[in-house]
């Protein structure tokens, strides 16, 4: 059975600090993996990865797969309130029609 | 960007009506949509995937009878709840894979569905 887990479940820190958010999978016919941002509605798109030890940056989120160890992180540094949102990763399978196994993401609190 | 819409964003029903839910795509054509529900506190459980002018496709545990979809146009996909209980409650969420495009599935805003 297809399975994504994430980890931790819920963080608290403090603006300014760094956090990393770990995703592991195990998926038959992996294609690619998929990080995403979920406030009050639906997730909205942050990162998708496909090789591995390439890293990916948005300003000051940065990302990175390893398919050897079939894992991602997610670093977010310098947080902000804003920050503040559940981060679901999804990984991609390929087959007829390409479906997205979600992990129960990791809900971030940034306190002021 | 890609856009995908939904209507209603929120619905309130008594216990043993229907409710259906639309999804569109905006600004390009979805051959394949998909169809998701999240429970609160939870991940996004895939429910079905929707293909233009064929069935849909369910996951395990998802009752074919019960979540109707209905992909009529390559841009527009329904969710029908039948005889809703409160059970169905949820956050619904579709979204729309552009063939051709990235790996990335474009979402919808969600429609919260209360059953009373």
């Known amino acids: 059975e297809d399975k994504v887990v994430q980890s931790p479940l819920s963080l608290v820190v403090h603006e300014g600090d760094t956090v990393t958010l770990n995703c592991s999978y195990e998926v038959t016919n992996f294609r690619s993996l998929l990080w995403y941002k979920q406030e009050k509605k639906a997730p909205t798109f942050l990162f998708m990865l496909t090789s591995s030890g390439i890293e990916k940056k948005s300003g000051r989120l940065s990302s990175i797969l390893d398919k050897k160890e079939l894992f991602s992180i997610l670093n977010i540094t310098a947080t902000q309130t804003g920050d503040s949102a559940v981060y679901l990763c999804a990984a991609v399978t390929q087959g007829g029609s390409e479906k997205l196994v979600f992990g129960k993401g990791t809900k971030l609190t940034v306190n002021p | ?116």
């Open chain 2, 1 to 116: 960007g890609a856009v995908v819409s939904q209507h209603p964003s929120w619905v309130i029903c008594k216990s043993g009506t229907s409710v259906k839910i639309e999804c569109r795509s905006l600004d390009f054509q979805a051959t394949t949509m998909f169809w998701y529900r999240q429970f609160p506190k939870q991940s996004l459980m895939l429910m079905a995937t929707s293909n233009e002018g064929s069935k849909a496709t369910y996951e395990q545990g998802v009752e074919k009878d019960k979540f109707l979809i209905n992909h009529a146009s390559l841009t527009l996909s329904t969710l029908t709840v039948t005889s809703a209980h409160p059970e169905d409650s949820s956050f619904y969420i579709c979204s729309a894979y552009l063939a051709g495009g990235p790996d990335t599935q474009y979402f919808g805003p969600g429609t919260r569905l209360t059953v009373l």
